[in-house]
Protein backbone atom coordinates (compact mmCIF):
# COMPACT_ATOMS: atom_id res chain seq x y z
CA UNK A 1 0.00 0.00 0.00
CA UNK A 2 1.16 3.06 -0.65
CA UNK A 3 2.27 5.67 2.21
CA UNK A 4 2.00 9.52 2.23
CA UNK A 5 3.65 11.27 -1.18
CA UNK A 6 3.84 15.12 -1.32
CA UNK A 7 4.61 17.03 -4.12
CA UNK A 8 6.79 18.78 -4.97
CA UNK A 9 9.61 17.42 -3.26
CA UNK A 10 11.68 20.47 -3.90
CA UNK A 11 10.73 23.96 -4.64
CA UNK A 12 12.30 27.10 -5.36
CA UNK A 13 10.56 30.66 -5.39
CA UNK A 14 11.43 33.92 -5.20
CA UNK A 15 10.87 36.31 -2.30
CA UNK A 16 6.67 37.15 -2.86
CA UNK A 17 5.87 34.46 -4.88
CA UNK A 18 3.03 32.12 -4.25
CA UNK A 19 3.59 28.44 -3.19
CA UNK A 20 1.20 25.49 -3.44
CA UNK A 21 2.00 21.97 -1.61
CA UNK A 22 0.46 18.84 -1.74
CA UNK A 23 -0.10 16.14 0.30
CA UNK A 24 -1.92 12.81 -0.55
CA UNK A 25 -2.59 10.72 2.57
CA UNK A 26 -2.94 7.26 3.06
CA UNK A 27 -6.39 5.86 1.97
CA UNK A 28 -8.70 5.94 4.69
CA UNK A 29 -6.43 8.02 7.17
CA UNK A 30 -8.85 10.80 8.51
CA UNK A 31 -6.43 12.66 10.34
CA UNK A 32 -4.01 14.98 8.53
CA UNK A 33 -1.66 16.91 9.54
CA UNK A 34 0.91 20.11 8.41
CA UNK A 35 4.25 20.32 9.77
CA UNK A 36 7.19 22.89 9.23
CA UNK A 37 10.80 21.97 10.37
CA UNK A 38 13.43 24.70 10.00
CA UNK A 39 16.72 23.75 9.34
CA UNK A 40 18.27 22.19 12.05
CA UNK A 41 15.05 21.90 14.33
CA UNK A 42 12.29 19.60 15.14
CA UNK A 43 9.25 20.05 12.86
CA UNK A 44 6.18 22.60 14.41
CA UNK A 45 2.87 22.02 13.95
CA UNK A 46 0.87 24.04 11.55
CA UNK A 47 -2.50 22.75 11.28
CA UNK A 48 -5.07 19.44 11.52
CA UNK A 49 -7.56 18.38 9.33
CA UNK A 50 -10.22 15.71 10.56
CA UNK A 51 -11.76 14.89 7.08
CA UNK A 52 -12.42 18.51 5.14
CA UNK A 53 -12.84 19.85 8.39
CA UNK A 54 -9.87 22.13 9.14
CA UNK A 55 -10.54 21.30 13.29
CA UNK A 56 -6.90 23.53 14.35
CA UNK A 57 -5.03 25.85 12.43
CA UNK A 58 -3.61 27.52 15.53
CA UNK A 59 0.01 26.68 14.31
CA UNK A 60 -0.05 28.83 11.01
CA UNK A 61 2.58 31.72 11.01
CA UNK A 62 0.97 34.40 9.60
CA UNK A 63 -2.37 34.77 7.35
CA UNK A 64 -0.32 34.22 4.50
CA UNK A 65 -0.67 30.56 5.19
CA UNK A 66 -3.69 28.90 4.03
CA UNK A 67 -4.58 25.18 3.92
CA UNK A 68 -7.69 23.11 2.52
CA UNK A 69 -8.79 19.92 2.35
CA UNK A 70 -12.03 20.23 0.01
CA UNK A 71 -12.74 16.72 -0.45
CA UNK A 72 -11.51 14.95 2.89
CA UNK A 73 -8.68 13.58 1.12
CA UNK A 74 -6.04 15.72 -0.56
CA UNK A 75 -5.18 18.58 1.36
CA UNK A 76 -2.73 21.55 -0.01
CA UNK A 77 -1.08 24.03 2.03
CA UNK A 78 -0.58 27.28 0.32
CA UNK A 79 1.69 30.35 0.96
CA UNK A 80 1.13 33.79 -0.68
CA UNK A 81 3.79 35.99 -0.84
CA UNK A 82 6.80 34.32 0.44
CA UNK A 83 9.30 35.56 2.28
CA UNK A 84 12.86 34.38 3.05
CA UNK A 85 11.77 32.94 7.03
CA UNK A 86 9.28 30.75 5.34
CA UNK A 87 12.15 28.54 4.02
CA UNK A 88 11.80 25.32 5.40
CA UNK A 89 11.19 21.50 5.38
CA UNK A 90 7.38 21.37 5.17
CA UNK A 91 5.94 17.81 6.53
CA UNK A 92 2.52 16.19 6.34
CA UNK A 93 1.41 13.52 8.20
CA UNK A 94 -1.66 11.30 8.26
CA UNK A 95 -3.56 8.82 10.78
CA UNK A 96 -6.71 6.80 11.24
CA UNK A 97 -9.16 8.15 13.75
CA UNK A 98 -8.75 7.79 17.50
CA UNK A 99 -5.42 6.63 17.22
CA UNK A 100 -2.03 8.45 18.07
CA UNK A 101 0.39 6.73 15.27
CA UNK A 102 1.03 9.23 12.52
CA UNK A 103 2.75 8.36 9.01
CA UNK A 104 5.03 11.06 7.39
CA UNK A 105 5.02 11.91 4.12
CA UNK A 106 8.86 12.85 2.86
CA UNK A 107 8.36 16.45 3.54
CA UNK A 108 8.63 19.23 0.62
CA UNK A 109 11.91 20.96 0.95
CA UNK A 110 11.01 25.43 0.33
CA UNK A 111 13.37 27.67 -0.44
CA UNK A 112 12.66 31.25 -0.81
CA UNK A 113 15.22 33.16 -2.30
CA UNK B 1 2.24 24.03 25.78
CA UNK B 2 4.19 21.14 26.49
CA UNK B 3 8.11 21.58 26.40
CA UNK B 4 10.04 18.49 24.79
CA UNK B 5 13.87 18.60 25.41
CA UNK B 6 15.89 16.12 24.13
CA UNK B 7 19.98 15.20 24.69
CA UNK B 8 22.49 15.16 23.63
CA UNK B 9 21.89 17.18 20.39
CA UNK B 10 24.45 15.91 18.56
CA UNK B 11 26.28 12.43 19.44
CA UNK B 12 29.14 10.51 17.44
CA UNK B 13 30.30 6.88 18.76
CA UNK B 14 31.59 3.87 17.21
CA UNK B 15 30.49 0.48 15.64
CA UNK B 16 29.22 -1.57 18.41
CA UNK B 17 28.71 1.36 21.15
CA UNK B 18 25.78 1.50 23.42
CA UNK B 19 23.58 4.49 22.86
CA UNK B 20 20.96 6.31 24.75
CA UNK B 21 19.48 9.64 23.41
CA UNK B 22 16.98 10.70 26.43
CA UNK B 23 14.11 12.90 26.28
CA UNK B 24 12.50 14.93 28.91
CA UNK B 25 8.56 16.64 28.96
CA UNK B 26 6.91 18.74 30.94
CA UNK B 27 3.61 18.16 30.98
CA UNK B 28 1.74 15.06 31.35
CA UNK B 29 0.80 13.04 27.95
CA UNK B 30 -1.42 10.55 26.07
CA UNK B 31 1.89 8.75 24.02
CA UNK B 32 5.23 9.45 23.22
CA UNK B 33 6.84 9.06 20.16
CA UNK B 34 10.71 8.23 18.83
CA UNK B 35 11.32 9.15 15.54
CA UNK B 36 13.99 8.61 13.20
CA UNK B 37 14.59 11.03 10.16
CA UNK B 38 17.34 10.40 7.81
CA UNK B 39 18.61 13.19 5.42
CA UNK B 40 16.15 14.32 2.95
CA UNK B 41 13.54 14.93 5.28
CA UNK B 42 11.37 11.25 5.28
CA UNK B 43 10.73 10.70 9.07
CA UNK B 44 9.61 6.88 10.15
CA UNK B 45 8.00 6.13 13.24
CA UNK B 46 10.17 3.86 15.51
CA UNK B 47 8.36 3.49 18.72
CA UNK B 48 4.95 4.89 20.53
CA UNK B 49 4.77 4.18 23.95
CA UNK B 50 2.68 5.38 26.71
CA UNK B 51 3.96 3.16 29.45
CA UNK B 52 6.87 0.78 30.42
CA UNK B 53 9.08 -0.54 27.60
CA UNK B 54 9.19 -1.25 24.26
CA UNK B 55 11.92 -3.10 21.92
CA UNK B 56 12.60 -3.86 18.38
CA UNK B 57 15.41 -5.44 17.11
CA UNK B 58 18.53 -3.60 18.18
CA UNK B 59 16.26 -0.87 19.31
CA UNK B 60 14.63 -0.12 23.09
CA UNK B 61 12.47 2.48 24.50
CA UNK B 62 11.71 3.08 28.00
CA UNK B 63 9.21 5.85 29.61
CA UNK B 64 8.96 6.74 33.28
CA UNK B 65 5.31 8.58 33.69
CA UNK B 66 5.91 9.65 36.83
CA UNK B 67 9.32 11.16 36.03
CA UNK B 68 8.25 12.49 32.56
CA UNK B 69 11.11 10.79 30.80
CA UNK B 70 11.85 8.64 28.29
CA UNK B 71 14.76 7.11 27.00
CA UNK B 72 16.14 5.61 23.33
CA UNK B 73 18.59 3.00 23.59
CA UNK B 74 20.60 1.12 20.49
CA UNK B 75 22.00 -1.25 21.13
CA UNK B 76 25.25 -2.65 18.65
CA UNK B 77 25.02 0.11 16.99
CA UNK B 78 25.91 0.10 13.45
CA UNK B 79 27.07 3.30 10.64
CA UNK B 80 23.58 2.79 9.50
CA UNK B 81 21.60 3.60 12.41
CA UNK B 82 23.32 7.21 11.66
CA UNK B 83 20.42 9.89 11.49
CA UNK B 84 18.39 12.42 13.80
CA UNK B 85 16.47 10.70 16.42
CA UNK B 86 13.17 12.80 17.32
CA UNK B 87 11.31 12.30 20.52
CA UNK B 88 7.58 13.61 20.00
CA UNK B 89 4.77 14.23 22.58
CA UNK B 90 0.94 14.22 21.77
CA UNK B 91 -1.23 13.11 19.14
CA UNK B 92 -4.47 12.62 18.06
CA UNK B 93 -6.36 16.35 17.33
CA UNK B 94 -3.51 18.48 18.80
CA UNK B 95 -0.78 16.95 17.22
CA UNK B 96 2.78 16.34 17.78
CA UNK B 97 5.15 18.44 19.59
CA UNK B 98 8.53 17.49 19.05
CA UNK B 99 12.00 18.06 20.24
CA UNK B 100 14.96 19.11 18.28
CA UNK B 101 16.64 15.86 17.68
CA UNK B 102 19.67 14.24 18.11
CA UNK B 103 21.42 13.75 15.45
CA UNK B 104 23.63 10.18 15.58
CA UNK B 105 26.65 9.25 14.13
CA UNK B 106 27.88 5.90 14.19
CA UNK B 107 31.47 5.98 13.23
CA UNK B 108 32.72 2.40 11.36
Known amino acids: GAGVSQSPRYKVAKRGQDVALRCDPISGHVSLFWYQQALGQGPEFLTYFQNEAQLDKSGLPSDRFFAERPEGSVSTLKIQRTQQEDSAVYLC???????????FGPGTRLTVT | KNEVEQSPQNLTAQEGEFITINCSYSVGISALHWLQQHPGGGIVSLFMLSSGKKKHGRLIATINIQEKHSSLHITASHPRDSAVYIC??????????FGKGTHLIIQP
Open chain 1, 93 to 103: ASSLPATYEQY
Open chain 2, 88 to 97: AVGGGADGLT
